[in-house]
């Protein structure tokens, strides 16, 4: 037992009571413990990159918190600043120590994080099927290889028992200085976007509850944009500020799931999302720089300000990307595949460079977690020379993954009228056809804005002229190597495509 009395628990994306090693730890060894949250100023600011709908999700989250807490006689404490300066107020006044749980971030998270943990009365816990390795070099990446067994230990950290939830703590020490709605009103919080899931471990656990009944249904649903709206699990908000725990997911699946493809389906995307953040942990540098050198100025030369604003509005003249692009703005979720395929579009086919394009991306997802989202940027758009050039038709999307239309008519409903078969490419609507749904193609809705068959084979050239300086840095520097693949697996593997949007197979972890 240590030789404190009060411990505060800082909650960052771990917006939950059970399984949270912090605060288990500090239920064990204080006296008295004071859960807080901190609102980061930086976070509410223009360039903040969290739309007001993710802000308002997470304030759900903090009020689930609050309830738990509250079950427990003890209350969340609200507090609203810089989190470095804030602690050290609150460890200079009654609490002696602060417990946090690791969690890999970049850029002002990490910053403030590091700083925090930095000092001698904060300890870090790290159960959550990440290694974390402090040693680093001076580029950032750690200096010891993480990835031997990697797969192994994560099994053994979901399959083990998860952290108890305290049965009771006593008051917090520390006072709130403000609260939810304070904060709404100072920033002038008000979410424009609709269907946003409810924040909170009660509403992540009831949509747990409803997807596991319908577990079945979801290996049809996951590529599929409007199937994946409903019936795909819907749970990476709730995992992205920590709502619940993928060790949570997962032993729930092993519990309640019947043994199907859809179990099999969720587990192997549980190793994905671990994987992911362990991604992040070994190398920070993954939102700002491409990981393979060769790429970090591609398409900076060709930027264009007039794409970059039709991609982002949905009048590129690509439907499905136009369609993707509105609901993503209006809905602030996208299923994978289209999430992939508007990545792709904006750097392959429209020419641009990739690091707006991803922070817009984040900035609407209501899931926006940033050891994913820019991994997964720099792995569609093959930024690290190991992953496949996977140019997405979207013509072929239409065909494959929305062949009713029922995606696209509802996002682009300029296009309702116009039969299935010309959805993949309405410019080519015989006129006629264009008359009689009264749709008219380059006034009701934009016709294509680049060629897509010249722009995508431009791409592919433009990569295989990049493509031995790529696999020459890799084999030179062991450290672009490691950060760039996905496993263990051979450097002479390089490129190889799966069948799964270019994602690693579970073994391959
Ligand atoms: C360009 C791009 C950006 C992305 N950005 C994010 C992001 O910011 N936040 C985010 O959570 N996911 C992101 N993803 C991954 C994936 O698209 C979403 O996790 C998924 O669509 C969320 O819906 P779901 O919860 O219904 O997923 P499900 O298919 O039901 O999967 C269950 C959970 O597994 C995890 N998962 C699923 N797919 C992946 C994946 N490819 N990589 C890592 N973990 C995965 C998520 O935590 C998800 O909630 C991104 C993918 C791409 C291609």
């Not at 009020?63 to 989190?83: F, K, M, N, T, V």
């Not at 239309?405 to 010309?422: I, K, N, Q, S, T």
Request: aromatic share 10%; hydrophobic share 35%.
């Amino acid at each position: 037992m240590l030789a404190v009395t009060t411990i505060a628990v800082w909650h960052r994306a771990d917006l939950r009571t059970a399984d949270n090693a912090a605060l288990a730890a500090a239920a064990a060894d204080a006296d008295r413990v004071a859960p807080v949250f901190v609102f980061d100023p930086r976070y509410y600011r223009e360039d903040g990159l969290a739309c007001d709908a993710r802000l308002r999700f997470m304030h759900e989250c903090l009020a689930d918190l609050r309830r738990q807490y509250e079950a427990i006689g003890s209350e969340l404490a609200l507090l609203h600043g810089d989190p470095r300066e804030q602690f050290r107020a609150v460890l200079d006044g009654s609490v002696d120590a602060l417990y946090v749980n690791r969690h890999p971030s970049s850029r002002h998270g990490r910053a403030v994080a590091e700083a925090v943990r930095s000092w001698f009365e904060t300890t870090a816990f790290a159960d959550d099927g990440i290694r974390y390795v402090d040693r680093r070099h001076r580029d950032g990446t750690v200096a010891v290889d993480t990835r031997d067994g990697w797969r192994e230990q994560c099994e053994a950290h979901f399959e083990a028992d998860p952290q108890p939830r305290p049965d009771s703590l006593g008051a917090n020490p520390v006072d709130s200085e403000t609260t939810v709605a304070d904060i709404e009103d100072d920033y002038g919080v008000s979410p424009a976007k609709r269907r946003v899931p409810e924040g909170g471990t009660m509403a992540g656990n009831a949509r747990l509850s409803r997807f596991l009944e319908d577990i079945r249904e979801y290996p049809g649903s996951i590529s599929p944009p409007a199937a994946a709206e409903e019936h795909s699990s819907r749970l990476s908000t709730y995992l992205a500020f920590g709502a619940l725990s993928p060790r949570q997911v997962y032993q729930r699946l092993q519990a309640d799931a019947p043994a199907c493809r859809g179990r099999e389906l969720l587990v192997s995307r549980l190793f994905w999302n671990r994987h992911y953040h362990q991604k992040l942990a070994d190398w920070p540098g993954w939102t700002t720089r491409s990981v393979n050198p060769v790429f970090r100025d591609l398409f900076r030369d060709s930027h264009d300000p007039e794409l970059a604003a039709a991609w982002r509005e949905g009048r590129t003249g690509f439907p499905l990307v136009d369609a993707a692009m509105r609901a993503l703005v209006q809905t602030g979720y996208i299923n994978f595949r289209m999430r992939a395929m508007v990545a792709s579009f904006y750097v392959y086919v429209l020419k641009q460079h990739w690091t707006a394009g991803a922070d817009f991306m984040y900035a609407h997802l209501i899931d926006a977690d940033a050891a994913i989202n820019y991994t997964q940027w720099q792995s569609q758009c093959n930024l690290t020379g190991v992953h496949p050039v996977r140019v997405y038709d979207p013509a072929k999307q239409v065909r494959e993954n929305d062949p009713d239309g029922a995606f696209v008519r509802e996002y682009v409903p300029e296009l309702a009228a116009l039969p299935d078969e010309h959805l993949p490419r309405p410019e080519k609507t015989p006129v006629h056809v264009q008359r009689e749904c009264g749709v008219d193609i380059g006034t009701d809705y934009p016709r294509p804005v680049v060629d897509y068959e010249h722009e995508a084979e431009r791409a592919r050239e433009r990569y295989s002229d990049l493509a031995d300086r790529a696999r020459e840095a890799i084999r030179e520097d062991s450290r672009t190597w490691r950060r760039a693949s996905l496993s263990r697996r051979r450097r002479d593997s390089v490129g190889e495509d799966s069948d799964d949007g270019g994602q690693a197979r579970l073994d391959d972890f």
